[in-house]
């Protein structure tokens, strides 16, 4: 069966610091991965995906990248973090049969940019 | 643009039955539902492909009416592990793996 997991679970880091959580996915070979994020009380907020090694698409614009250096594993970083960047953020694959294809969230991590 | 979705919270007792629906501005393709727990990850439930589709899981279903462009998720007979967040998800446009997630449904049974 496919697993998702994600570290660390919760993050405090200081505004200025770096950023680096870590997706990884068993048990499927060559998923679609996706990075959201939520903040707190609202929706789903999709970051960046990827179609496979190297291949990442941004959706919003920031001071965040992600890359993808293995078929399941999906790194999202930044250099610098705002205050702004605190949410929950939410690892996602899904099996890349275009439209219809469900998507499996792995646990999140809870950033919190003090 | 992001789905809306009415009502925003609704509150129940275990036993009532409830209706979340998912509007877009937009042509909808497909359309997904996901629950969240507070805290956890969301957890797929069903996804709707064809305009007219209805889908049924346990007490759950929900139908897709592609014309209106609109999806809505039917609660029957709601029980107490109903409560969470609920949100309808799309991709835009179709096959680009552009995922738009609704703006929310809050929902928590009581005893």
């Known amino acids: 069966s496919q697993t998702i997991h994600q570290w660390p679970a919760t993050l405090v880091q200081p505004v200025g610091s770096p950023l680096s959580l870590e997706c990884t996915v068993e048990?499927?070979?060559?998923?679609?991965l996706y990075w959201y994020r939520q903040a707190a009380g609202r929706g789903l907020q999709l970051l960046f995906y990827?179609?496979?090694?190297?291949?990442i698409s941004s959706e919003v614009p920031q001071n965040l990248s992600a890359s993808r250096p293995q078929d399941r594993q999906f790194i999202l970083s930044s250099k610098k973090l705002l205050l702004s960047d605190s949410g929950f953020y939410l690892c996602a694959w899904s099996v890349p049969r275009g439209a219809g294809s469900e998507q499996f969230f792995g646990p999140g991590t809870r950033l919190t940019v003090l | 643009q992001q789905p809306v979705q009415s009502p925003q919270a609704v509150i129940l007792r275990e036993g009532e039955d409830a209706v979340i629906n998912c509007s877009s501005s937009k042509a909808l393709y497909s359309v997904h539902w996901y629950r969240q727990k507070h805290g956890e990850a969301p957890v797929f439930l069903m996804i709707?492909?064809?305009?007219?589709e209805q889908k049924g899981h346990e007490k759950i279903s929900a139908s897709f009416n592609e014309k209106k462009q609109q999806s809505s998720l039917y609660l029957t007979a709601s029980q107490l592990s109903y409560s969470g967040t609920y949100f309808c998800?799309?991709?835009?446009?179709?096959?680009?793996?552009?995922?738009?997630f609704g703006t929310g449904t809050r929902l928590k049974v009581l005893a």
């Open positions: 998800g799309t991709e835009k446009p179709p096959g680009t793996y552009k995922y738009i």
């Open positions: 709707l492909l064809k305009g007219g």
């Open positions: 048990g499927t070979s060559n998923p679609n």
């Open positions: 990827s179609v496979g090694i190297g291949q």
